[in-house]
């Protein structure tokens, strides 16, 4: 359906910031909603950010405050800047549409990675 490709990971000291991006291979319609997943080692995948095509926006409490999602419908790209990174969040990253993860739809590309160390 869509294809994503993550970018911007990578190594980081706690209390750093990096600024993820996900591009679609088509465009994003307006009645598509967008998440950012995050996947720890030993842990399951969890949206941790998500928008809507209006620009509503919506966060897991372990991020909420520290992360800010946005989304630029021209370019078929989302971000997710996080701020005041903590150790916890290190995990690979991706992005989806959640009404198609939900389905049990959804394909995983290959994320960006994120490792925050103390």
């Known amino acids: 359906q869509v294809r994503l490709v993550e970018s911007g990971g990578g190594l980081v000291q706690a209390g750093g910031s990096l600024r993820l991006s996900c591009v679609a291979s088509?465009?994003?319609?307006?009645?598509?909603?967008m998440g950012w997943y995050r996947q720890a080692p030993g842990k399951q995948r969890e949206l941790v950010a998500a928008?809507?095509?209006?620009?509503?926006?919506s966060y897991a409490d372990s991020v909420k405050g520290r992360f800010t999602i946005a989304r630029d419908n021209a370019k078929n790209t989302v971000y997710l800047q996080m701020n005041s990174l903590k150790p916890e969040d290190t995990a690979v990253y991706y992005c989806n549409v959640p009404l198609v993860v939900a389905k049990g739809f959804a394909s995983w590309g290959q994320g960006t990675q994120v490792t925050v160390s103390s």
């Open positions: 088509i465009s994003i319609f307006s009645n598509d909603n």
């Open positions: 928008i809507s095509s209006g620009g509503s926006t």
